[in-house]
Every structure is written in C-alpha cells, then in structure tokens.
C-alpha cells in the first residue's frame, strides 16, 4: 500500500500524522526515538497512524509516495537522501499545511516571519494588532501551534501569522506569503547549517515565491541584506527616517509608519509599549508593517501596541523576595538573544547559563555584563565551553537546572535580578524552552513561599 511517510514524533508531526488520517490518506509515522511518549502512541492509535521506532528503516521506502519531515530531523540523514534519491518528495508541515490552506481558503492571507531573534514575540504581537482591529488571525508555525493545526481550525479569510524557522524554511517548495519579513540575523544553529552564508540562504527562502504583489519587509541598513534583492515590494524598518514605505522611530522616542503614497503616521511613543528594550521596538515596527498588509487600520495597530503585554518565557518577570526580582527569559537560546535580555536590564545579575551547547562562542557576552555582572551560574552540557569563554569571570557551576536556580537564587542579595536566559538549546535536560521556562517559574515560586 502506497502511504506517506512522517519522520519525526514532534508536534508538526503528529499534526500531519492527523491531518493525513482525517483526510484518508494512508500514513506511517516513524521516530528514532525507541520509547515514544505514551501520549503519541494513543493519539497514533485514536487516528490509525501506525509507528515505527527507534529507527528510519529503508524499506518504509518502497511505499512512500511522499516524506514529512519534522524540522527538528535533519534532511542529510541516509533515510531522507535514500527518498530523494528515489524521486520521492520531501516537505515539512508547513510546506503541506500552505498546500491545504490553498486548497482549502484562497481568501486566506499568510504574513511569515524569520529571523535569529524576535520571531516569536513579532508573530504574536502582528496577530494581536490584526485581533485588536476585529481581523480574524492566529499565531503559528515554530511558536507553537502547528501551521496545519491552525488551517483545519480557521475560519475563511483568516491571517495565519506564522513564525518560520531556519529548518522550517529547509523544506518549503511553493511556500509563499503575502508578506514575510526577516528580522535579523546572528550567528545560531550552525551545528546544522554549518556556515553563516547556508544559514542566511536558508533564511530567505521565506521570500522564494513572492511576486510583485507581496510585500517583504526587511530591517533597515542590515548587512546580511545589502545583497538581497527580492521580487515582492519592500518595506523597511529601523531608527532612521525610511525612504519609502517603511517604519521608524526617531530620537525622540516617536514610532512612525510610512505608506506606499508617502503618508505618514504617527503610531506611539515607545514608552508606550509594555514590552521593554531596544530590541522590542524593532519587533513592533515590523509587526506594524505586517498587521498592515493583514489589513489592520493604523488606529488598531496604535491600541494593539499600546496592549500587548508580550510572551510568556520571554523576558517575563517572574517575582520577587527581599529586593530580588528573577527574570523567565528560556526563550534565550542563542547568545545573541542573551545579549539583548542582558542590555535590557539594569543590573546588578545572576546570569543562569547553559544547556545544550550550539556551536557559538560565549564571549560577545563579555561587554554586556561589564558593570552588571554580580555572578553567573554554568549548568547543563555546555558548562566545558562556557568555562572556556567566561570562565575568568565568576562563577559557580551546577549541572542539574534545580540545583543551579536554587544556588542562584539564594546567592542573589537586595536589588539583584536573577535571570534565567541560557543562551543554549534545552534539550539536554528538558523537552523544549516551555518546559524549562515552566520548571524555572515553579522554583522561583517555591522560593517566595520559603
């Protein structure tokens, strides 16, 4: 029997291990993981998907009709380059979510973001300004909730805001987005990606399928983008005045947005914004700009600014004892996010860094925490490089993440701030950035109750 095969127990795939059963389309679904959660065996069974485990076997070839990878599998293992070489496709879920989107809605606009840093709160936050307006959209993809999830769900004319990742963007073939911005770009996941150019390269494949009707949105005066010359009509974004259409904020603290004809409007002052740091005023210009081709009025996108009170693990404040205030930011999984969790608090810090080490040196960390540093904690498995690029400045080391915040929290003096921003991947010790943020939330509130 011909079937599809899913590669990956993730949630993109078991959406599609859902979608292709509700739609009676034959599926296996297989995982190198020997012992899959219990809850992925029962829903596999509630849908009829049978599994395979432990291994990719070849033989789950010679029925494939097509392959779903899930991003967090790498497409250069021997089972994936085997299916190309047959002449088999290979997508992801959301290269097969747009396919049904398609199908299923073509009122429907797709507003896509990418970028090293910022994506998750830009999606949530373009969403939140088209909801402000009464404009039917939903926050997906890479921050959570599964493209496909969100398709079979929505009603007709519905905005997906979509937050895409480089590995998502690895295997997309007729993607395309009415607009799609990429935000910025530093170094991260080049344990798969292997250089800056592949990274990058992977990265724009978000603007692939834009014609001159769409719109990309790209920050102002980038480097990595002095080259680029998309299709799509552009906007851009930054701390000057934009020829063109665009947004800004001036000296004075003023956010600006610019249409297509040259008009300017005024949208808020950036004390305005409930969500701190330099960097959060770049995430809300873009957002601008996307909610804009969505169809938000400047007058919704001006109450939704003024609203958004930001996401969860996300630089969020936790609690605080004694004078000591502890920061949820796990969302930090590269160094330049740290970095700017770092710039956007005052200090004096315990820094909780670590886990499953990517690639990155630690040292651009250096300059931020001059004048600020009180004590880092090094936990989880890149404790070795982080002794190797900070190890000069002080700090304890404890690999178990309980102990580690427990020794943070009680080393903190009155006007500390405790900031859990790891700068590294969790999957050493945890199944994904919530479960940390969540773990750590828990340990903060035992600790206020003590």
Excluded at 4 to 18: N, P
Excluded at 283 to 302: H, P, Q
Aim: one cysteine or more; proline letters at 5%.
């Amino acid at each position: 029997m011909k079937q599809t095969i899913i590669v990956g127990a993730g949630k993109s795939g078991l959406a599609a291990a859902r979608h292709l059963a509700a739609s009676g389309i034959p599926a296996v679904m297989t995982d190198s993981n020997p012992t899959p959660d219990n809850n992925v065996l029962s829903l596999l069974a509630k849908w009829g998907v049978p599994g395979v485990w432990g291994d990719h076997p070849a033989a789950l070839l010679d029925t494939a009709t097509e392959i779903v990878l899930s991003p967090v599998v790498n497409p250069t293992i021997q089972f994936v380059q085997g299916a190309k070489q047959r002449g088999i496709s290979v997508i992801g879920e959301l290269e097969l979510a747009h396919r049904v989107l398609r199908a299923k809605d073509p009122t429907a606009r797709v507003l896509a973001i990418t970028g090293t840093n910022g994506k998750s709160t830009t999606t949530d936050l373009t969403a939140h300004l088209l909801k402000t307006g009464g404009i039917p959209a939903v926050a997906c993809g890479n921050l959570g909730l599964p493209f496909l999830d969100a398709v079979d769900s929505a009603e007709p004319g519905t905005r997906f805001v979509i937050e895409c990742s480089s590995y998502q963007l690895e295997t997309v073939v007729d993607f395309k987005a009415e607009a799609a911005a990429i935000l910025n770009l530093t170094p991260d996941h080049l344990q798969r990606h292997g250089s800056m150019d592949a990274y990058l390269a992977a990265k724009l494949r978000i603007f692939e399928r834009q014609s001159e009707a769409n719109q990309c949105v790209i920050p102002d005066s980038a480097d990595f983008v002095s080259g680029f010359s998309p299709v799509a009509q552009v906007a851009k974004f930054g701390w000057e005045r934009i020829e063109g259409q665009g947004a800004w904020c001036n000296s004075d603290g003023d956010m600006l947005m610019q249409d297509s004809s040259g008009n300017i409007a005024d949208i808020v002052n950036r004390s305005e914004l409930l969500i701190p740091g330099r960097h959060n005023v770049e995430n809300a210009l873009a957002a601008a700009l996307l909610a804009t081709c969505g169809g938000a009025s400047v007058e919704s996108i001006r109450s939704g600014l003024r609203t958004y009170p930001g996401l969860v693990h996300r630089l969020a404040f936790c609690g605080e004892k004694n004078g000591v205030r502890a920061y949820n930011d796990s969302k930090g999984t590269n160094v330049d996010a740290t970095l700017t969790a770092i710039q956007a608090l005052k200090g004096p810090l315990v820094v909780l860094l670590g886990g499953e080490d990517k690639g990155c040196s630690y040292v651009p960390l250096r300059e931020a925490l001059q004048d600020k540093l009180r004590h880092l904690v090094f936990l989880g498995d890149a404790i070795p490089m982080l002794k190797r690029d900070l190890g000069d400045l002080p700090h304890l080391v404890c690999k178990d993440f309980d102990g580690a915040v427990k020794r943070a929290l009680a080393m903190a003096t009155p006007g500390d701030q405790v900031l859990l921003s790891p700068a590294c991947a969790s999957f050493d010790q945890f199944k994904n950035f919530e479960a940390r943020g969540y773990r750590f939330e828990k340990l903060v509130r035992e600790w206020m109750m003590a």
